[in-house]
């Protein structure tokens, strides 16, 4: 049974993380279900006049988001707000994690200016997983950014990094880029006790493992990078985002189920 909480209107901003890609759900808008629908489902329980849009779009950079979510949320006057934003920008070679912090805080000033509950997000701890483990010193630098970021301005601490769960492949999309189903059932439910909400989520509880052989696990890396990681590159390369010609799959507030 989902507690009372003081929130009646929430806007997510992001990209693909918030938009819920990897947790396929044909029912649901924009057929991505996802951790923030996840959460409005449950802080909608009980709340008739409960109302919650996801303006996220895959693939967004951190000045896009800023550029084409802010504004449109600050239109919708919500007194909850998740924004994860920047991901895409870190992972990128030759940037400046302080820089796009930097970018990320006038963001947050303009949305903490209205009054309404910010929740924040820092990066996971990417140290065992292929090709981006390389940027995790990236990542831990932008986190600390994040977190003074959110003290400054009073904002929740949503906190991927401790989330220690998430080391568990089965938490991730066969593209390794992106959250599973599982995945985004566990991240709702650190969103929430963030938020101090009781919830009826259940814990994710897997059992052990298969012990895969060395040959297993370079054949599967191989057949992963050929089929997700190159094709992402090659966008890199040509300019293109997962992300052209989409727009957000709820731009008005309404309710989450």
């Keep these: 049974m989902?507690?009372?909480?003081?929130?009646?209107?929430?806007?997510?901003?992001?990209?693909s993380f918030t938009e819920g890609i990897g947790d396929p759900e044909a029912a649901s808008p924009g057929g991505f279900r996802g951790w923030a629908d996840r959460v409005a489902e449950v802080?909608?329980?009980?709340?008739?006049?409960?109302?919650y849009a996801n303006l996220a779009i895959r693939g967004r950079l951190l000045q896009q988001i800023l550029d084409e979510q802010v504004e449109p949320t600050l239109e919708l006057k919500p007194n909850l707000i998740s924004i994860s934003a920047g991901g895409n920008d870190i992972i990128r070679p030759g940037t400046d994690p302080?820089?796009?912090?930097?970018k990320l805080e006038s963001g947050i000033e303009r949305l903490s200016a209205t009054g309404a509950t910010i929740v924040m997000f820092n990066g996971p701890d990417?140290?065992?997983t292929p090709v981006l483990?390389?940027?995790r010193g990236k990542v831990a630098i932008y986190n600390e950014n994040v977190r003074a970021i959110a003290l400054r301005h009073d904002a929740v601490i949503a906190d991927m990094w401790a989330l220690r769960e998430l080391k568990d492949p089965r938490m991730w999309a066969q593209d390794r880029l992106h959250f599973s189903p599982i995945g985004h059932h566990t991240i709702a439910r650190m969103v929430l006790q963030a938020l101090n909400v009781d919830n009826d989520l259940e814990p994710y509880s897997p059992e052990p493992l298969p012990k895969v052989s060395?040959?297993?696990?370079?054949?599967?890396?191989i057949g992963w990078a050929r089929e997700h990681f190159v094709p992402w590159v090659v966008r890199r390369i040509r300019?293109?985002?997962?992300?052209?010609n989409v727009t957000a799959k709820r731009p008005e507030p309404g309710s989450a189920r």
């Design 98 to 102: 302080d820089e796009i912090a930097a």
């Design 214 to 221: 060395w040959r297993r696990a370079r054949v599967e890396d």
């Design 43 to 51: 802080l909608s329980d009980g709340a008739d006049d409960f109302a």
């Design 239 to 244: 300019h293109q985002s997962s992300g052209d």
């Design 133 to 135: 483990g390389r940027v």
């Design 2 to 15: 989902t507690q009372q909480h003081p929130w009646t209107r929430y806007v997510a901003l992001g990209d």
């Design 126 to 128: 990417i140290g065992a």
